[in-house]
């Protein structure tokens, strides 16, 4: 997803408030509920999602739903407890195994199911859960989540789920922790007035004609993110193309409003464009087998795997705004290039835990750049990253706390792809920066991971000692600073404000020529064969400095 940049502009001053307040910045009260929903409990970690099948039928005219979803799951140690989520107020109406009505107990979102059947270790079993309700509805989507309820210009339903964040057990029952994937993928069938079309995660198996209705069966093969399952239902129209990837012929499939073809068909002509600068980047496309769709919502957008959602008006910029102030922003679909490049960083490499979402959103913002660089060049990719600091809070870290569902700053956006950007400069060599990129997907394929696993890859790869910059720019919110001043043909220079175990070399433009130098926190000096009469810090790093009088 991507932050809610206006509207937090708007609430920044009473958030300055709040942070005033906290006498310690960081700490944020947890309850039983975030942690019943973001740790593996004892009723979780004993069995291991293989399958999802979910039913779900969709009733426009009472906003309500109803279905089922059938989990397998493989036996990882004998247990007789079983915690599925499934928030208020959705209701489990019943929940059987083998042919048995089980009971369950509820706390809040998290029910209890006391199995009958003995629970053999590397048995993989089956359990049916039938739910109904009004699933909550969106107000702010997709910030605060649910469904969105809508019409089109004709006066037919427009509805759509977004649900990260809040998470998928707003709608439908299961296991509702990131680390957890379904192995062998998931089936969506949706049921809807048969006037309309839902488009949700995969391949279209059949379609179910029945008086007045139709079921769309979708297919997904690979694991799959929950907060990424979506119901988009409308009156679309569909186009498709091949588009000849890295890993061979790829199905690129349209979904929008009969009203809104013509523009839809021109905008999204930067989906392949898409395709091609991530492929160079991070890697083939991860979820060949299902295709990947770009599909109009009745809100701004989301990245649902292989179904990626739409809502940018069809206009270049993120609202029709650049949200670096450079220029740079108004070349590429906000929403495109964005909720797609989360296909590799989000689908693909998924956080284990919330409390690493900056390498979902991190490396997704610095891919907008990625993508300047590959149409536009380096100079293009450099301005639009330096212009999203400007966004920077630096109020918390970019990790959040982990095992209580909870995310860490907003800065995971842009300073996470200030940090990255950095890293390409100390890294200074472009090609071996893109094969670490390349890694990642390669290495991580269709995992969860956690943002230690992350970092030390990058630090394997990249030969360089990264423990203090990671722990400087993710656990901290100190931002390096460089002291400096200028005495006849030389400079001094050192570190302020950082970790003991920090280091990082920098770039300093002396003259306008470049000078790599090692800063530590004691003083340095560098001599140069000329008066210095200009000196800065090259703008890629993001430090900050100040030039001082004599130290
Ligand atoms: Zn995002």
Known sequence: MKSNFYPRVQIFASLLIVLFLCTQSFAQEFTRTD???GSITPERAWWDVTYYNLKTSVHPAAKTIRGSNTISYKVLKPHNL?????QVPMKIDSIVQEGKRLSFSS????HFVRLQKKQKKNRENQISIYFSGAPKVAKRAPWDGGFTWKTDSNGKHFIANANQGIGASVWWPLKDHPADEPDKGM??????????????NGKLAEVIEKD??????????????????NVSIGDYVHWSEVYPGEKGALNMDYYVLRENEAKGKKQFKQAPLMMEAFEHWFGPYPFYEDGYKLVEVPYLGMEHQSCVTYGNHFENGYLGRDLSGSGWGLKFDFIIIHESAHEWFANNITNKDVADMWIHEGFTCYSENLFLDY????????????GLRKNILNDSPLIGQYNVNSRGSSDIYYKGANILHTLRQWIDNDEKWRQILRGLNKTFYHQT????QVENYIETHSGLYLKGFWDQYLRSTKIPTIEFAIKGKSIKYR???????????????????????EPTIQWQVKNFEEEVKSAKIKEDFYVYSAEIGNP
């Open 495 to 517: 570190y302020t404000n950082i970790l003991p175990h920090f280091e990082m070399p920098v770039v300093f433009l002396v003259n306008g020529k470049e000078v790599r130098v």
């Open 35 to 37: 942690t019943l929903r």
């Open 187 to 200: 089936t969506i069938s949706i049921t809807a007035p048969k006037d309309l079309m839902d488009v949700s």
């Open 82 to 86: 079983m915690q599925i989520d499934l």
């Open 375 to 386: 149409f536009f060049g380096k100079q293009a990719s450099s301005e639009y990253v330096i």
């Open 212 to 229: 007045s209705t139709k079921t769309w069966v979708w297919k997904v093969e690979n694991p799959i993110n929950a907060y990424g399952v």
């Open 107 to 110: 706390e809040g979102d998290a």
């Open 449 to 452: 991971v956690s943002s230690q």
